[in-house]
């Protein structure tokens, strides 16, 4: 309730001052009040591409950061994908589909790492491994990642999240595009990450 207050009083302040309300960047101004979380996010994954490829893949992926510096959750299922198979899955640089998933670009990589699994601290903050579909083509996603925020200058909140068609290599493929993307090749379905409301 002090926090409400506080952000209140802020935002009367600044639009004395200035005729404008207070925004902070990235989203962030709803929890400017401390450190406290949980901080939420989710994406809804389809299919976008410049050429439509037939694919019929969607998702619906939650992630959860209970506080700054701790790691996040990402759940949730993603459908239509081949079955019994296992795809990349990574979270990608911008929040540009613009012309389809492509425009995400490479994974996002702040610390300027090699790619690498989900358990390797020498990895890109965007790596989440693989999924893995089962006979149905449904891929059920629990995962945590310590270096993938919801908060603070490493935030993915606004960025990418990425299906691929083919299986992530976690970088041990002995090629350069093994070290740079896991060789996971196309994308079959992208959602950007929206920041939801605290819980
Ligand atoms: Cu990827």
Known sequence: MYCSLAILLLSAASIL???????????????????????MARALMAPRGAINSGEAVLGNITF????????????GQITGLTPNVMLGFHVH???????GCDSALEHYNPRMKTHGDLTN??????DLGNVQSDANGVANINKQSDL???IGPESVI??????HRLMDDLGLGGTAESLASGSANGRS???????????
């Not at 959860?64 to 759940?75: F, H, L």
């Not at 379905?189 to 819980?199: E, H, K, V």
């Open 17 to 39: 001052a200035q005729g404008t309300y207070y925004t902070a960047p990235n989203g962030t101004s709803i929890n400017s009040c401390g450190t406290s979380g949980p901080y």
């Open 64 to 75: 959860m950061q209970a506080a700054a510096g701790q790691p996040t959750t990402i759940t």
């Open 93 to 99: 640089q911008l929040g540009d589909l613009s012309n």
């Open 121 to 126: 601290p020498n990895r890109h903050n965007g």
């Open 148 to 150: 993938l925020a919801l």
């Open 158 to 163: 606004g960025r990418t999240i990425i299906v």
């Open 189 to 199: 379905a992208c959602g950007i990450i929206g920041q939801l409301r605290p819980t």
